[in-house]
């Protein structure tokens, strides 16, 4: 039985395009301390001081007596004021799960980066040369979907080559597991496949002929499993559903990385700085959401980059700054460190 894996970016600010009707059985947070919370039962005040408006939630949610996703309303009442931390949910906070510390890798993910070869000046790595021994699973990355057609596609011509030499990895590590990774950014980009997913999801048509070329290129490549890259389901134009999603999905990969990099710069918020582009303490916010709509933590994949990100500061003295793990094994190995 094939897998099905689904890459979701999870940061607040997308909740609030969520489509209402898909959350009928929301439970509702209860918490009496707040009367800014979205709690029943008075949808109507909540209405009255801005709260949970259709433009914050999505359409519909004026008239809820809860917010999408179990997130709670704030006491500030702007567009986007939802979210998980005491300023929105005042008393009810979710609990974390815990684990004991032996756990995390049961699954160890490696994206292949199929088009290496081509594109990289240093650092290239052949489809032979992946480490073996510590991944679990590779995913190749990417093949995309034809938008006329929907198809499954190669990625390009030399990509397209190459994924048979990363399942033949299984002859020397066979607990390995090889997926293909479908999508990435490149099809999400604003160009010709940016509606792709979209447009297979809401045709049964078109998902027969995508599965069906499917299934006989994961047989004839030797794979094991799909790795559904679609950033993001919940961008303006698109649906979002995790929890109707739930039971056909298996593990779902958390993008813990992209968090932050130049385009922050133009959010007021944030402003121009040379962040890190992961932060434990916003990925453990944003895994709230999922705690709070009982997802199982086993089945989360938090997904880590290790590039590093360029950005030109605007001062030679500036201490801000990020290396990438190659750049920081290449400093240790210097004995500069
Ligand atoms: C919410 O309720 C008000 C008052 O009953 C109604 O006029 C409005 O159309 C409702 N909005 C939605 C989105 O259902
Ligand atoms: C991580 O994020 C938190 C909350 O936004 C922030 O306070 C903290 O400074 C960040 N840490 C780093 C290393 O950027």
Redesign the pocket.
Same mark, same amino acid.
């Given at each position: 039985m094939m897998e099905l894996l689904i890459l979701f970016l999870l940061v607040i600010q997308l909740i609030t395009q969520i489509s209402a009707s898909q959350y009928q059985s929301i439970q509702v947070l209860a918490n009496a301390d707040n009367d800014y919370t979205c709690s029943p039962p008075n949808p109507a005040r909540l209405a009255a001081a801005g709260q949970c408006t259709d433009k914050a939630t999505g359409k519909g949610w004026s008239n809820a007596t809860a917010c999408p996703l179990k997130v709670c309303c704030s006491k500030f009442g702007f567009v986007y004021a939802i979210g998980t931390t005491s300023d929105f949910c005042g008393g009810t906070m979710v609990i974390s799960p815990q684990c004991d510390g032996t756990t995390a890798h049961q699954r160890t993910i490696g994206y292949y980066e199929g088009w290496n070869l081509d594109q990289r000046l240093c650092d290239k790595m052949a489809p032979e040369d992946a480490r073996l021994g510590i991944y679990t699973h590779i995913n190749f990355a990417f093949a995309l979907i034809n938008p006329t057609t929907f198809r499954i596609a190669p990625m390009d011509q030399n990509t397209g080559t190459r994924y048979q030499s990363i399942t033949s990895l299984k002859n020397r590590q066979p607990s390995l597991k090889v997926w293909i990774a479908i999508g990435g950014w490149a099809m999400n980009d604003p160009g010709a496949t940016r509606t792709t997913f979209s447009d297979l999801a809401a045709s049964e048509a078109n998902q027969d002929i995508f599965f069906e070329t499917l299934v006989s290129f994961m047989l004839s490549n030797r794979l094991d499993g799909v790795d559904l890259d679609w950033e993001y389901p919940a961008a303006a134009d698109r649906g979002f559903d995790i929890i109707n999603l739930k039971p056909y999905v298996d593990p779902l990969n958390i993008m813990a990385y992209n968090i932050h990099g130049a385009w922050d710069g133009s959010v007021e918020s944030l402003g121009k700085h040379a %962040?890190?582009h992961t932060? %434990?303490?916003?990925i453990n916010l944003a895994l709230e959401l999922l705690w709070r709509n009982i997802i199982n933590p086993a089945r989360i994949n938090l997904c880590l980059g290790f590039y590093g990100r360029i950005f030109t500061l605007a001062s030679r003295d500036s201490t801000e700054g990020v290396l990438s793990a190659t750049d920081v094994y290449g400093v240790v190995e210097n004995g500069n460190g």
């Open positions: %962040l890190a932060n %434990l303490s916003e």
